[in-house]
């Protein structure tokens, strides 16, 4: 059987000559990732993408088409970057589009993976969420305070849409993994190899040389091992590059959790097959007692106003610690008869390190945008103008590349809920529906 992935990231583009490469021969299966936890919370807060649209387009204008003309079932996952039913839309608006522009007719199947608190508070309740980090343990209230949650799906709900032979598979949050192995383990080949095969083609050429997310790889997969080469003429697979993209996000080198189980690759094979194939066998899979899903919640934590500033005197970057206590205190001082008590944040990143130069960015959350202004405003104007032992300048201490020297970026998301929960079924938490286009 042979799989693709279109790219690491739908939206990031990829070589159209290597997508016709890839389907000069026969495909039984496209697919691509559309999201990650990577940019932080707000995008899953916000509701909006971190990719472009006209570049998501742009993808999906060439892939849908060739898909459908080949009959290979086109699979997305976590839509629009963080997969909650307002990023599923955004994708379904854009496929439409395509759909409408190029005359295609084809039958969607589409998982909305979102999961209200109450379903999250009965878990809770139950004892039924597992902490994934000692330092973030599961709080009611933040439960409570999640203004989005969805649960990362793995391979079961994909399957249950393959059985229903549809041409292109939408789905809210999922598993990357989800994409490439769903296929596989529906064909009935063994689901450690599917898994393993999955895990290293999810971020699309990120496996070859040269390294590339914006491009194509092609997936084999047989009875007893599988066999990775990138489409695009102009990379190559090795095994250095294959085994180390198998450690890309694992704490674990031997095992990769998934939902359903885990991928064992203690007795996994890595092996040259030509210049730019690379054949992978032994890898065998577990599966797990209790099931589990990951739940990602997020609250606002308010509004954020930033102000980057640069130094290019070694006296203020000498004293810069004592200039960043002067003006903390000042503000204080300054507030504290008009705003109320912890009602903002305010912190200083630095960034260089030279003698001379110093980059800053006076990052200041409120608990609304005018707190947050108004701090940011009294922060700059103070750090600008502080005195120091010293100092013979009566000017200014920074530059300020940007004018108006104070961004506001809005609101805030911060993670409320990132923990396991414990399921009686892998499809719970999915929405499945089906509709012809």
């Known amino acids: 059987m042979k799989i693709v992935a279109l790219n690491g990231l739908l939206g990031y583009g990829y070589s159209e000559e290597a997508l016709n490469i890839a389907f000069s021969e026969k495909v ?6 559309a999201g990650s936890t990577d940019p932080g919370p707000y995008y899953l807060g916000s509701g909006k993408s971190f990719t472009d649209r006209s570049a998501v387009k742009r993808d999906l204008s060439l892939a849908l088409p060739k898909a459908l003309e080949h009959k290979a079932p086109f699979i997305i ?34 998982v909305h993976s979102d999961v209200s608190t109450e379903y999250v508070l009965e878990k809770y309740d139950s004892g039924k969420l597992i902490n994934m980090s000692e330092e973030f343990p599961i709080s009611k209230q933040n439960i409570e305070d999640s203004s989005r949650i969805v649960s990362q799906i793995g391979i079961a709900p994909i399957i249950e849409l393959l059985k229903q032979k549809v041409d292109v598979i939408l789905c809210g949050r999922a598993c990357d993994t989800a994409i490439y192995a769903a296929p596989c383990v529906f064909e009935g080949y063994p689901a450690g190899l599917a898994f393993h095969m999955a895990k290293i083609m999810e971020c699309g050429a990120m496996c070859s040389e040269p390294v590339a997310a914006a491009d194509v790889m092609q997936g084999y997969m047989y009875e007893d091992h599988f066999e990775l080469c990138p489409a695009n003429p102009i990379r190559k697979c090795t095994v250095d590059r294959v085994a180390a993209h198998t450690l890309y996000e694992q704490s674990n080198p031997y095992l990769i959790f998934e939902p359903d189980g885990v991928c064992d690759l203690t007795n996994s094979k890595f092996a040259q097959k030509d210049e730019r194939t690379v054949s992978v066998s032994g890898s065998e899979f577990i599966e ?10 997020v609250k606002c934590a308010g509004f954020r106003t930033i102000c980057p500033a640069t130094v290019y005197d070694s006296e203020t970057v000498k004293n810069m610690d004592k200039i960043i206590n002067t003006v903390t205190n000042f503000i204080k001082e300054t507030t504290k008869n008009t705003l109320p ?18 980059g800053i ?13 108004t701090v940011c405003a009294l922060a700059r104007s103070r750090m600008l103008h502080c005195d120091y032992e010293g100092r013979k300048s009566t000017a200014g201490n920074l530059a300020f590349p940007f004018s108006p020297s104070d961004i506001h970026v809005g609101a805030v ?25």
């Open 28 to 33: 039984d299966y496209l697919g691509v990732d």
């Open 77 to 110: 996952g976590t839509a629009g970057g963080a997969g909650s039913v307002a990023h599923v839309a955004w994708v379904k608006e854009i496929i439409l589009e395509v759909a409408k522009e190029q005359g295609l007719h084809f039958k969607m199947g589409i």
């Open 288 to 297: 797990a007692e209790q099931k589990t899903l990951k739940l990602e919640g």
């Open 341 to 358: 008590e912890n009602s903002y944040t305010i912190s200083f990143k630095l960034s260089g390190g030279a003698e001379s130069s110093l």
């Open 361 to 373: 960015i006076m990052d200041i959350v409120g608990r609304t945008q005018e707190i947050a202004d």
């Open 413 to 437: 998301y911060e993670f409320s809920v990132f923990h396991l929960a414990k399921v009686d079924s892998l499809l719970e938490t999915s929405k499945i529906t089906v509709e012809e286009v």
